[in-house]
């Protein structure tokens, strides 16, 4: 019997995504040791943005200890060129798993992937940043139009987590369907603030109060301005309107609505922020009572208008009967309107954020690499 072809795993980040990434990877490691032909599927780096743990002799790092490892025996992480450097000379295929939103490791993906690593990646910031980068991501990818000899990218998770939002839309284009309109709420966070807000059946709290439970439940980033600004939303659309054939030049160059009182963005702290929303609840009452009014809910969304070319991020009015306006909980929905499915969108819904759901989507990323690289 032959040796199992070794595929060697490279982890950067090892917050909630890349903790949750580590228990999947246990999972799909012993599934591919099991199949035939076999795979050894094994952990040669492990860092964060403090320390390294590098595994000199190719052999693999335990995924159940390499956590506290890293903390124990991890050494200060040289710059990226020089790690890179380190796992193109291993002896396999490498594919680097970026947990992390770092705009400079971003950066660099057009040399990585042309140095033969892969890349798997919840990292927005590589994708919807300017449309250079992007550019020069898929023109250095496997499979983009990069050398057969280049590494492969995947980046499901950076719009919706786990969800199938990259994948379906890529279908339907690649299959020649006609995207007409992509429609949705996009962010777990805006989800669980307006469906507590303004409730299908009424009621609902203060918007200041909703901000301060949502960021009490960790379903806010520490700041929760860095939610209530729009630009985690715009990201995500800037990805999905350019697969879908746009070619959007950055997340700020389409109308994003932020909903920051003016007079709060010079706030110094997330802290101070929310003490002080209290005082413009009446802005966000007036609105939901406009939305009452018309037998409509409020709800955070971003739109993609193909045709036209529009895409913009802000609050929307919804019947109570439109699928937006049912949604529970933190989850997302991404309603695409094509030719091939007429006037009924093809909806994809469900949990669109927390660290398991993001990690399956990279996890999912990671076999497509394992097939390509078979």
Not at 5 to 15: E, R, S
Not at 160 to 168: C, D, E, H, R, T
Not at 178 to 204: A, D, H, Y
């Amino acid at each position: 019997m032959s040796a199992p072809k070794q595929i060697y795993i490279a982890i950067v980040g090892l917050g909630g995504v890349g903790k949750a990434f580590l228990y999947q990877l246990a999972f799909l490691r012993q599934r591919l040791s099991k199949q035939s032909p076999s795979i050894d599927l094994r952990l040669i780096l492990a860092r964060r943005s403090t320390k390294q743990l590098f595994s000199s002799n190719w052999e693999h790092l335990d995924t159940t200890t390499v956590a506290s490892q890293l903390d124990k025996n991890g050494s200060p992480p040289p710059p990226f060129n020089e790690t890179f450097g380190q796992l193109a000379r291993a002896p396999g295929k490498v594919v680097l798993v970026d947990n992390t939103s770092d705009q400079g490791l971003a950066s660099l993906y057009p040399m990585v992937l042309q140095r033969g690593i892969s890349i798997v990646t919840p990292n927005k910031k590589a994708f919807s940043d300017k449309i250079d980068l992007w550019q020069a991501i898929f023109s250095s990818a496997a499979n983009g139009t990069g050398s057969a000899s280049n590494g492969y990218v995947f980046h499901e998770s950076t719009v919706g987590a786990g969800l199938p939002v990259i994948s379906s839309l890529k279908e339907l284009v690649e299959t020649g369907d006609e995207v007409t309109k992509i429609e949705g709420v996009f962010s777990g966070t805006m989800s669980f603030l307006f469906n507590s807000f303004q409730p299908l059946g009424g009621g609902g709290g203060k918007f200041a109060a909703e901000v301060k439970k949502a960021k009490e439940l960790g379903y806010t980033e520490p700041d929760p301005r860095d939610d209530l600004n729009g630009l985690d939303v715009a990201r995500k659309l800037t990805i999905l309107a350019r697969i879908a054939g746009l070619n959007v030049e950055s997340p700020t160059s389409f109308p994003v609505q932020s909903l920051i009182p003016k007079e709060l963005e010079s706030c110094s702290s997330g802290d101070e922020f929310l003490e002080k929303l209290p005082q413009f609840d009446d802005q966000m009452d007036k609105i939901k009572e406009e939305a009452s009014k018309e037998g409509k809910v409020v709800r955070f969304v971003g739109s993609i208008d193909v045709p036209s070319k529009q895409v913009k991020v802000g609050l929307e009015k919804f019947d109570a009967s439109h699928p937006i306006a049912a949604l529970k909980g933190s989850d997302n929905i991404i309603n695409f309107y094509t030719k091939r499915y007429g006037s009924n969108p093809l909806i994809i819904q469900g949990a669109g954020a927390g660290g398991d759901v993001t990690a399956m989507g990279v996890t999912g990323d990671l076999i497509k690499v394992v097939r390509q690289l078979q």
